[in-house]
Every structure is written in C-alpha cells, then in structure tokens.
C-alpha cells in the first residue's frame, strides 16, 4: 500500500527500532510507547484491520502469536507478563490501517476494561 506508514517501515522507507523480521513478520518499538515496553508486531502483507481477516490468514496470525511470544521472551518480560492489544476500526480506536499486534509490557499494566 503506497501511503502506509507501516508498508514503509516494512520497505524500509521510513525508519523504525526493528526488534524482530522474518520473510512474513516485522516487529518494531512504537514511536509514543505507552509502557516501558511497547512494540508493534505486525505482517508484512497489507491487511487493513483485523476486521479484513480471511481464512488464508489463519496461519499467519497464529505465527504472530509465536513472535510475540518470542519477542517478550527476548525483552525479558515473559515470566513477569504482558499484554497483547488489537484495536479493530473507528470504535476500537485504531488508527494506523495495517494490521498490528501491539505487545505492552515492562510495568503493572492498569486501567484494564475487560
Ligand atoms: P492504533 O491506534 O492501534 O492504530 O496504533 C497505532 C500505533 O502506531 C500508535 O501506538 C502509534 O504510536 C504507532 N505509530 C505510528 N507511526 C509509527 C511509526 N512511524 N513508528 C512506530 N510506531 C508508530
Ligand atoms: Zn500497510
């Protein structure tokens, strides 16, 4: 997607603190953290939000839980724990239009709505 913010980190057009990538996945720090730790673990296909999931992407989604596991094992907040946050459209309060997995860690996380 040409004017994503994200598909130009992915391009390496924009610059981005990568922590992990692989040929599908790409995970960076988020550039206002909201947590110690906050990174964004997303695919390097363009899927606008998680609401645009197809059955084709079932595997891929299980794999990003995989490298986010790997990532807080990496950033050492695996035992202590974390959060994984999807936001999905104008009500879920997602404002980038590329499908991220944001993983906060590194404090007590408060103010918990569900
Ligand atoms: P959301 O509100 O779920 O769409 O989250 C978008 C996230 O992307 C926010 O936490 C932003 O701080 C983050 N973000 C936006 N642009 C960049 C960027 N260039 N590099 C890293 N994170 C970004
Ligand atoms: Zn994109």
Redesign the pocket.
């Known amino acids: 997607m040409e004017d994503c913010?994200f598909c130009k980190?992915i391009k390496k057009e924009?610059p981005?603190d990568v922590v992990y990538e692989d040929d599908e996945i790409i995970a960076?720090k988020?550039?206002?953290p909201a947590a110690p730790i906050h990174i964004?673990v997303i695919p390097k296909k363009h899927i606008a939000s998680l609401a645009q999931l197809t059955k084709d992407d079932e595997t891929l989604i299980g794999r990003i839980y995989t490298v986010i596991n790997e990532v807080a094992s990496k950033q050492g907040v695996k035992e202590r724990g974390y959060r994984v946050i999807v936001?999905c459209g104008e009500d879920g309060?997602?404002?980038?239009g590329h499908l991220?997995f944001?993983l906060l860690a590194g404090k007590k996380l408060g103010e918990k709505i569900v």
């Open positions: 913010i980190i924009v981005a960076f988020d550039i206002q964004l936001n309060g997602q404002e980038v991220h944001h």
